[in-house]
């Protein structure tokens, strides 16, 4: 009787209970913070490059010094999920929710270097939607 007893206990809790959850966030490569920890002026573009890849477009100035633009697009997608199960046939109920959620990103670096390849100055901005 006691194990009997102890097994329904057993089974109520899990039909009331039982919920998972999963979350996960991809980190990007390419961060502010990286950019602002990083990149100093007077920096050789090969350091530059170093630290945060190649270019998507690399043009020049007024004065043909070059200058490196990263454009970076991410997109962050959360799903959740949360199940509940009955565990007696008297309860026999089941219920699953789920739920998604998108956050859009974007980071735009601008590197302007001198003559001599080295950092002369750079600005970023970033957004989040």
Known sequence: MRHAWTLASLCF????????????????RLTVGKVQGE?????AASQVAEILGSPNIVTTDE???????????STDRVDIS???????????????????????????IIIKYDEEKKVRDFAYNATQF
């Open 13 to 28: 809790f899990l039909a009331i209970t039982g919920c998972g959850g999963k979350a996960e966030i991809k980190e990007d």
């Open 63 to 73: 004065k043909r010094r070059e200058v490196w633009i990263y454009d970076k697009v």
């Open 82 to 108: 949360s199940s509940a199960y009955g565990g007696l046939i008297i309860l026999g109920a089941s219920s699953r929710d789920s739920s998604s959620s998108q956050r859009q990103r974007t980071l735009t």
């Open 39 to 43: 990149i100093k002026v007077g920096m």
